[in-house]
């Protein structure tokens, strides 16, 4: 963060033309935006147990779901230095395109730099499409009378509920539970555990490390509500949720990541 202000001012010292602020903010606004990100990414929180809530609480819409109580799965929330830095990032690739078109308009560069714009233009779109869905995330986590986001489990299903959507999954329709790791540069991570619901025709993947739970207590939750049906039937219930404290002050040490 601090070397990209000192490449931003160094350049606004040194230059005198019209297009200082905007190479000022090229040369140091990338650095700047991704110190954020990574400053926003070293806050991590404590393990959080579900908590047993009524579900026409935490459910947006008007659609009755069949479960009266459920265990609701909070998802984590993130920094407010993170979630800066995710949109600092992207207005900073939308700077560079609209800095490029101005460049190329009043002569100053090639038309043919155009032809580069590809990568931050793509760039720029996932990036703010991803920092509204944190921001709506966010909100929805903050804010009282909003129905917060994360998963929930009752007696006849679990119900992702996703800043932009919310989808309830009856037992009966998820054929099994896979338990993968997300892939990165290096290969298969597990720091990034994910947990895969096969359904009739369709797979559906659950990031694990977007719970304030530990991902171990996801994922034994979901596992065992699947399998054994005496556990099925009492969620919903103070006895349950008394296991699922217990099972979130037994994790193992560093199983919660943001």
């Known amino acids: 963060m601090l070397l990209g202000i000192g490449l931003a001012v160094l350049v606004l010292v040194n230059d005198r033309t019209e297009h200082a602020a905007l190479y000022a903010v090229a040369g140091g606004g990338g650095m700047f935006a991704i110190g954020l990100v990574v400053l926003g990414s070293t806050f991590r929180g404590h393990p959080q147990p579900p908590i047993l809530v009524n579900a026409v609480a935490v459910t947006p819409g ?21 979630a800066i830095g995710i949109a600092a990032v992207g207005a900073y690739m939308a700077t ?9 308009l009043d002569g100053t560069e090639d038309a043919g730099l155009l032809l580069l714009l590809g990568v931050p233009v793509l760039s720029a779109v996932v990036i703010g499409v ?24 009752g007696r006849a299903g679990l119900t992702l509920l996703e800043p932009h959507r919310t989808r309830f999954i009856p037992w009966d329709a998820v054929v099994r539970v896979e338990a993968k790791n997300a892939r990165t540069r290096a290969g298969e991570s597990p720091q990034h555990p994910l947990l895969h619901l096969v359904l009739a025709g369709e797979t559906v993947e659950v990031q ?22 005496a556990f099925r039937d009492a969620l919903g219930t103070s006895g349950v949720q008394g ?8 994790a193992p040490r560093g199983s919660s990541r943001r």
């Open 62 to 82: 008007a659609d009755r779901l069949p479960d009266d109580w459920v265990h609701l799965f909070r998802r984590r929330r993130v920094s407010l230095a993170f």
């Open 96 to 104: 560079i395109v609209l800095g490029t078109v101005w460049l190329v």
């Open 130 to 153: 991803y920092a509204v869905r944190e921001w709506m995330s966010r909100r929805r986590l903050s804010t009282f009378g909003l129905a917060p986001t994360g998963l929930t489990l």
């Open 208 to 229: 694990l490390s977007r719970y304030a739970a530990a991902p171990h207590v996801v994922y034994s939750a979901v596992v065992t509500a699947l399998e054994d049906a």
């Open 243 to 250: 296991s699922l404290e217990v099972w979130t002050a037994n």
